[in-house]
């Protein structure tokens, strides 16, 4: 069919849009609603047409009909970015816009988007071209045309991984090490709840989107193997859960995982339940029920209510970064998919690994991580330097005299000791080691349950530790994965020293 030239909105469309239509996940809505709202795997959409006022209500129909062929067809998130590039639009040409969209207004629009936002005009072509093509009112023919002509630059995505952006890209090894012991802290103080401990760790582990997060059953994680299936997304699948990709989880973390998921079935949840159910995260609730009980979905958290709940909580106890002038490191999730991505990358893996790993259908898009120049963590005594000070934090326990004013007082399981500097203990644990996920003795240093002895090894544990990194100085990351422990014994060992001068100075003044 020709694009009609004269045509007005109340004789093209007003009889057009059906009573129901049904999207490619197989919900369906009403498109004559001037609220659409639908779900699509585990996400919910919501469009509101009764933002548009004044001159722009006679494009609501024709704005409906052009966005119902990516409704049937396409994700609920891409019908978004679609219907968001359409207000975009009409807010930057407000009120100029007069009858029908001009390719002359798309030139103007054009000429003041910043660097930014030069994405968006390739986003409102595919729009414009579908509005072009079933002969709608609002976009002139010639819009399509030249549209057509103009190089519509798409949006770097890689762009976060390939400068090693401080506020969106991947962490750095220093940033990943910090995290991960504040993350620990964070939740034995009771700061974060456990379903926010353990999706920070399978960010860590695995790389994936939020929304397969979102997408996660309590059947996913084998209790047994410590295995777990997570769905994977952007297949061009019905939804979600077609695909999976398994991956290993450390013991340590998988006894976590095994621990919260024992919890959710004692209070009423089974196998086919999320992971991250709805009732856990959202304490508020969702604002309207749009799945019913039997939706593959149902009691799921949306990716967008996930994502921004486990931001919220992160944020409080985020720990400082040297990159933003000791400034709380800003943790999105997508930042740990950039992290696992670049962390693959250094390791040597090659690009149908990363690809893999990651759930790309291809190559094209994991070139960013190989291309990156790595910027592993730097030399342990850099990082004990006076500039990075507020990120020496490492230890968290308390220093106590010896056994007899720990805690516990000699309780079974304790004591803390390294076998392979002594037979003697080193601390004890104020919870005597129980639930206990971390591998000991090394990690008891960063833990906030540590309670190290005064005249303790200390220094023999450093001298262990640091014999261990310089048997790896050849390989960057394996040099790397104690140095938060270092950093800790060297503080230990720090505060030992200062109470014992503090005596020292005491006893001296007291015999004067």
Known sequence: MSPKTEHSPATTITD?????????????????????????????????????????????????RALLPFVKGHSAGYVMILHSAFVHFVENVRPRLKGEVTSQQI?????????????????????????????LYGVKPECATYLLEQRKPGNRKGDA????????????????????AT?????????????????????????????????????????????????????????????????????QTGRLIADYVNRLRADGYDDTSALFPERLIMVRGPRRKLREIGDLFYGHCTPEALSQSFTRLMSGIAPPTSRLDFAPMPLAPVR???????????????????ANRLGHA???????????????????????GTLLAPLAAAFKGQVVEDESSSTQK?????????????????????????????????ACYTCFRFEPWLDAQHGKVLERLSSEREKWSTDDRMAAVNDEPIRAVREVIELCAQVRAQRALHNSESAS
């Open 336 to 354: 740990f998919r950039y992290t696992y991505g670049t962390r693959l990358a250094e390791e040597g893996a090659s690009r149908v690994v990363i």
């Open 16 to 64: 057009a849009l059906p009573e129901r239509v049904f999207t490619r996940s197989g919900s369906s809505f009403d498109p004559r609603e001037n609220v659409w709202e639908w779900v699509d795997g585990p996400f919910k959409a919501r469009i509101d047409f009764g933002r548009y006022k004044r001159s722009f209500e006679a494009f609501i129909l024709s704005l409906k």
């Open 161 to 180: 991984v390939r400068t090693r952006n401080p506020v969106e890209g991947p962490l750095t090894e220093e940033e990943y090490t910090s995290l991960y």
């Open 183 to 251: 993350v620990n802290a964070a939740y034995g103080c009771d700061a974060l709840p456990l379903w926010t401990l353990i999706l920070t760790r399978l960010l860590l582990a695995c790389g994936g989107r939020i929304s397969q997060y979102a997408s996660l059953k309590l059947c996913d994680f084998n209790c047994d193997t410590s295995v777990l299936s997570l769905p994977q997304a952007k297949k061009r699948d019905e939804h979600t859960r077609i695909e999976y990709l398994q991956f290993d989880i450390s013991p």
């Open 107 to 135: 030139s103007n629009y054009a000429t003041k988007l910043s660097a930014r936002d030069k994405h968006r005009l390739g986003t409102i072509n595919g729009l414009f071209q579908k509005w072009v093509a079933l002969g």
């Open 362 to 384: 291809d190559l094209q898009h994991v070139e960013v991580y190989i291309s990156a120049s790595p910027k592993i963590v730097e030399n342990i005594d850099k990082t004990m």
């Open 410 to 442: 000699g309780a079974g399981g304790s004591r803390i000791i390294d076998f392979r500097v002594s037979r003697e203990p080193i601390g004890s644990c104020t919870r005597n080691g129980q639930n206990c996920a971390f591998a000991k003795p090394v």
